[in-house]
């Protein structure tokens, strides 16, 4: 089965500080899918990012990136220069082929202060 | 477009009603799901529905009855709740082709008070 670990459980920095969330995996399939979502206050659970197994290439979009390493199983988000508007619940999730289901960790709640 | 709409934002239902939530997409999508999520915890899947038929039940007890009228709507019909089953009901949608291989989009949620 699989299993999305995100050990951190809060983290709370002020304005223009980076901030990496970590996510580490765990499943016994060559083809799966990572996902970042972002949850903020409201509720709905906006998509960030989707990797699949054989695509190892960091990402960088705007000032949010993602490094991807199978090796360590993990997949960790970067904030670079974070916002208050950043201060939401950030979850991890894995899906393998074949499975609509999608496993999530169980979130890091993100406080940036002003 | 990437919007999964759902209505209402907010219910209050009493343990012997009935009430229905609603969700619609308009992306051509052909899975459609219902999680419950309840305060810090990540959401639950409850059922999914692949081409318009059940293909996945988690258990959920039969006071939760899903109804998927259309590739675009999906409705979950409430009754004889508990106030256990206060939580935030997010629904969700993805292309449906190859399950467990696209992007899951979420509504805004329903917020469920069970008195």
């Known amino acids: 089965a699989q299993k999305v670990t995100q050990a951190q459980t809060e983290i709370s920095v002020v304005e223009k500080e980076d901030v990496t969330l970590d996510c580490v995996y765990e499943?016994?399939?060559?083809?799966?899918?990572l996902f970042w979502y972002k949850q903020p206050p409201s509720g709905e659970l906006v998509f960030l990012i989707r990797r699949n197994s054989f695509d190892e290439q960091n990402e960088i979009s705007g000032r949010y990136s993602w490094n991807f390493q199978k090796s360590t199983s993990s997949f960790n988000f970067t904030i670079t220069a974070s916002q208050v508007v950043d201060s939401a619940v950030y979850f991890c999730?894995?899906?393998?082929?074949?499975?609509?289901?999608?496993?999530f960790g169980a979130g890091t709640t993100v406080t940036v202060r002003a | 477009d990437t919007e999964v709409t759902q209505t209402p934002k907010h219910l209050v239902m009493g343990m012997t009603n009935k009430k229905s939530l609603k969700c619609e997409q308009h992306?051509?999508?052909?899975?459609m799901y219902w999680y419950k999520q309840k305060a810090k915890k990540p959401p639950e899947l409850m059922f999914v529905y692949s081409y318009e038929k059940l293909s996945i039940n988690e258990s959920v007890p039969s006071r939760f009855s899903p109804e998927c009228p259309n590739s675009s709507l999906l409705n979950l019909h409430l009754h004889a709740l508990q106030p256990e089953d206060s939580a935030l009901y997010l629904c969700?949608?993805?292309?449906?082709?190859?399950?467990?291989?696209?992007?899951?989009?979420f509504g805004p949620g329903t917020r469920l008070t069970v008195l």
């Open positions: 999730a894995l899906s393998e082929a074949g499975d609509y289901k999608l496993s």
């Open positions: 499943t016994r399939d060559t083809t799966y899918y």
């Open positions: 992306m051509g999508h052909r899975a």
């Open positions: 969700a949608s993805s292309q449906g082709r190859t399950p467990g291989t696209d992007t899951q989009y």
